[in-house]
T-cell receptor, first 115, second 117 residues
Framework: EAGVAQSPRYKIIEKRQSVAFWCNPI?????LYWYQQILGQGPKLLIQ????????DSQLPKDRFSAERLKGVDSTLKIQPAKLEDSAVYLC?????????????FGPGTRLTVT | AQTVTQSQPEMSVQEAETVTLSCTYD???????LFWYKQPPSRQMILVIR??????QNATENRFSVNFQKAAKSFSLKISDSQLGDAAMYFC??????????????FGQGTRLTINP
C-alpha cells in the first residue's frame, strides 16, 4: 500500500512570494489533514477535509493561506503572500472514514524556508 | 480545548537500557485516543503506540509500552532495551473519540531522545 505522498520536499522562497504544496493521501482515505510544524514544536492542524468538504479550518490564517481538495482525493495548500514566520515543515496526513483506530498516516512533509 | 504537555525537551539513555518519556494532557472528554509518534531526523512521522481511553489495560508493542493513568491524565512511554534506531523526536498526541467531525491530533512539544552507544 502506497503511503501519503507530498511534493515538493523542499522549497525556498522570498517573503511576499507565493508557494503551493501538493498532497496525495492513501487510496481510499476520506479524511485529509494539513499540519504546520515550526522548528522545535509539535505539529499544529491547519485544516481538515472530509472527502472534499472542510471540517475544521479554525487555525488556518485565511488572509494568506488557502487549501482545496477537489474531487475528494489529492489536495493543495497555498500561501500567498508568504511571511518569514511561515518557515516550517508542512505535513499532510490521512485517515480512513468510519470506526477505526484513530491513527493518522503522515507524509514526508514539505520543508519551507522563507527568506 | 485539549492540551498536551511534554515536560522533558531532551532525554538520553545508554543503549540497551530503559527510558521513560512523560506526557500529561488536559481534556473534559471521556472518550479519546492517545498516541506516541516517532519522528526521526528528516524522516516522516510514524506511529509507535496507541491507547484507547476506555481500555484499562496499558498498550504494549514489542519493546514499547505505556503507563496510562486516566484519572491523573498521564500517558508515559517506556522504551525497553533501547536501540540506536530509537533516536528521534517523540511526540505525545491526543485525539477526540468522535467518529465524525473534527478529529485533529493535538500534539505536545516533543522530547528529543538520544541513544548513547
Amino acid at each position: 500500500e502506497a503511503g501519503v505522498a507530498q511534493s515538493p520536499r523542499y522549497k525556498i522562497i522570498e517573503k511576499r512570494q507565493s508557494v503551493a504544496f501538493w498532497c496525495n493521501p492513501i487510496s481510499g482515505h476520506a479524511t485529509l489533514y494539513w499540519y504546520q510544524q515550526i522548528l522545535g514544536q509539535g505539529p499544529k492542524l491547519l485544516i481538515q477535509f472530509q472527502n472534499n468538504g472542510v471540517v475544521d479550518d479554525s487555525q488556518l490564517p485565511k488572509d494568506r493561506f488557502s487549501a482545496e481538495r477537489l474531487k475528494g482525493v489529492d489536495s493543495t495548500l497555498k500561501i500567498q503572500p508568504a511571511k518569514l514566520e511561515d518557515s516550517a515543515v508542512y505535513l499532510c496526513a490521512s485517515s480512513p472514514q468510519g470506526v477505526w483506530t484513530g491513527e493518522q498516516y503522515f507524509g514526508p512533509g514539505t520543508r519551507l524556508t522563507v527568506t | 480545548a485539549q492540551t498536551v504537555t511534554q515536560s522533558q525537551p531532551e532525554m538520553s539513555v545508554q543503549e540497551a537500557e530503559t527510558v521513560t518519556l512523560s506526557c500529561t494532557y488536559d481534556t473534559s472528554e471521556s472518550d479519546y485516543y492517545l498516541f506516541w509518534y516517532k519522528q526521526p531526523p528528516s524522516r516522516q512521522m510514524i506511529l509507535v503506540i496507541r491507547q484507547e481511553a476506555y481500555k484499562q489495560q496499558n498498550a504494549t508493542e514489542n519493546r514499547f509500552s505505556v503507563n496510562f493513568q486516566k484519572a491523573a491524565k498521564s500517558f508515559s512511554l517506556k522504551i525497553s532495551d533501547s536501540q540506536l534506531g530509537d533516536a528521534a523526536m517523540y511526540f505525545c498526541a491526543y485525539r477526540s473519540g468522535l467518529i465524525q467531525g473534527a478529529q485533529k491530533l493535538v500534539f505536545g512539544q516533543g522530547t528529543r531522545l538520544t541513544i548513547n552507544p
